[in-house]
């Protein structure tokens, strides 16, 4: 048990941080929206059907779908766009896709690589950019529940102003959707530049999002 607790820490760690925030974030958000309801002269509702809700997935979701973008576009980002000095950039002579030698595939892969990446062929060009595919896809699909909670939770604020709903498809052209969706984007990726930038000139020993506590300012592509 310790040794599969050491070796999964991180995942292990963050997982709990997640589910830890995800609580938190449904018992706050349930007090919230019964406070609203009684303003409104409205019933409040219990937490299970809160959870259910589409004004609780549509919270949820528009920040995942903004995670998975930052990853999606850092993933493919990082092929080709690099950053002098800065651990979260390739080495200067290593923009693009690489050789097949120093990505290990096909004739050059290992006795323990991939079975995918010895294989060659489309398995081989699938496997090379599964993970690019695999946060892209997340993040799609996760858009796109944030768009249909979206529009049920509107809908259902508009009718309970006796107001018109919108359709799926108007509702994805209106400020409602893209104010959700672009105030987690510039979040994101302000996060992400700074670190990029910060990390050039700052240290965090012995992580390997910084470089070596003594490397210079311009060692790229290095980790601690």
Excluded: C
Excluded at 53 to 81: C, H, K, P, R
Excluded at 150 to 177: C, I, T
């Amino acid at each position: 048990m310790r040794r599969f607790l050491r070796d999964n820490g991180l995942a292990i760690g963050f997982g709990a941080i997640f589910l830890g925030a995800l609580v938190g974030q449904a018992l706050v958000g349930h007090s919230a929206f019964n406070h609203e309801q009684l303003a409104a002269n409205s019933e409040p509702i219990s937490l299970w059907r809160y959870v259910t809700s589409s004004s609780f997935a549509v919270d949820v979701l528009e920040n995942w779908q903004s995670e998975y973008l930052q990853f999606t576009l850092f993933i493919l980002g990082t092929v080709w766009l690099l950053q002098r000095g800065s651990p979260e950039s390739k080495e200067l002579h290593k923009a693009g896709t690489e050789s097949d030698r120093d990505q290990l595939v096909g004739a050059h892969a290992r006795e323990d690589s991939p079975r995918w990446a010895r294989v060659g062929g489309l398995r081989t060009r699938i496997y090379s950019n599964s993970l690019l595919i695999a946060m892209g896809t997340i993040w799609l699909l996760s858009w796109l529940g944030q768009s249909i909670a979206g529009v049920a939770a509107y809908n259902a604020s508009q009718f309970g102003n006796r107001e018109d709903g919108l359709s799926w498809l108007q509702y994805l052209g209106s400020s409602d959707f893209w104010d959700r969706t672009l105030q987690n984007w510039q979040s994101e990726f302000l996060a992400v530049g700074s670190m990029v930038v910060l990390a050039i000139y700052l240290r965090q020993r012995g992580s390997p999002e910084s470089k070596p506590v003594g490397a210079a300012h311009g060692a790229t592509g290095v980790e601690g």
